[in-house]
């Protein structure tokens, strides 16, 4: 926890992940696409290389500080 009582991924330092079983992932705090193919996206975030596996990938919604991923997701790694 941040001062005040805020989540660590208030501020913009770390990446949160919530995934909703293996059909959804929504990544909040990146700083970019890095590669983005159906079987795996390379995302850049404040604290290093995130990558989302699986099959039939999508980014179904992307801005400047989320993505949201569907598609059957099969593992998720932070480098």
Not at 1 to 7: D, N, R, S, V
Not at 28 to 56: C, F, Q, W
């Amino acid at each position: 926890m941040l001062a005040a009582g805020l989540p660590m991924e208030a501020d913009g330092s770390t990446a949160k992940i919530t995934m909703l079983g293996h059909r959804f992932a929504l990544i909040e705090n990146h700083r970019g696409v890095y590669a983005y193919t159906e079987n795996g996206i390379t995302l850049t975030g404040p604290e290093g290389m995130l990558s989302v596996y699986g099959k039939d990938l999508e980014i179904k919604e992307l801005d400047r500080e989320q993505m949201l991923v569907e598609g059957y997701i099969t593992g998720v790694t932070y480098e």
